[in-house]
C-alpha cells in the first residue's frame, strides 16, 4: 500500500503536538474520541499537514516550541498528566506548554525526572532496551550488610522475574547507591522488600547524562543544546526489543515478608 509522502500516522502527528506520547495517543483513538476532518479515526490512519484533528471535539493544537525540562520532583507530587488528581505533575510545575513525563517517579520518592513535548524521544527514551542508566540513592529502616549489597547486585526475584544485574554501592550505615538499566514497576522499593528491608527515603540523582546537580527540590530547567544532542545520540539506536529477563515461578518464596507500603 502506498502513501502519500507528507501524509503521517495519525498517532504521531497527536505526539508531536505534544498532547501525549504515541501509545496514549493510540488508547484515545481506540476510545473513539479522535476525529480527523470531522470523522472518527481508527487505529492506523494517516493525516495531511492540513487535515483538522479534533480530541472530544476540540481541535488538536501543535506546538512549533520543543520542550525538554529536568525536575527536581518533590516528595508528595503525583507524576501524572490527569489534572483531576490533586498534586499532579503538571499543576505542580505550571509549565505554558503542553509536556508530560517519561516514566515516573513514585509519589513517596523524589529526585530527577524528564519532561517534554516529544512524543518519539519519550517513547525511545521507555524502551526496555535501552539500557540507559538510572542513578538512586536510598535509604532503608535496617544496616546495609555484605549479604543485601550482593544479593541485590546479583539479581532479586520480583515481578515473576529476576532483577538484571545491577552495580550497587554502601554510603553509609543505612544508605545505598543503585544504578539501574531497568524500570520495572516500583522496583527499588520491592527488591529491598523481599530481602526484608523497608525503603525510608528514595531519590533519583541522575538519568542518563543528567543529573540533579544545582537543581533545588520542586525547581526544573531547560536542558541545554548540547545535553539533548548526547541524549539523542544515546537513544539513536533504540530498539522496540525489551531488556532480556529471567521468568521465575510465581510462588518464590520471600525473605522477611513485610506489608508493602507506598
Known sequence: MSYHPDSIRL???ISDSGYCSRRQADSLIEKGII???GEKSSLGDRVMPNDVITIDGKPLKGTDKEVFIAFNKPVGI???TDLRIEGNII???KHPERIFPIGRLDKPSEGLIFLTNDGDIVNKILRAGNQHEKEYM???DRPVNDEFLERM???VPILETITQKCKVERISRFVFRIILIQGLNRQIRRMCDYLGYEVVAL???RIMNITLTDLAVGAW?????EELEEINAMVKTSTKIAASETPIEKKTPRKGPRNHRN
Open 11 to 13: 498517532n504521531k502527528a
Open 35 to 37: 476525529a480527523v476532518n
Open 78 to 80: 503525583t507524576c501524572t
Open 91 to 93: 499543576n505542580y510545575i
Open 138 to 140: 536510598v535509604t532503608v
Open 153 to 155: 547486585r546479583n539479581g
Open 203 to 205: 531519590k533519583r540523582i
Open 221 to 225: 530547567r531547560n536542558l541545554s543544546s
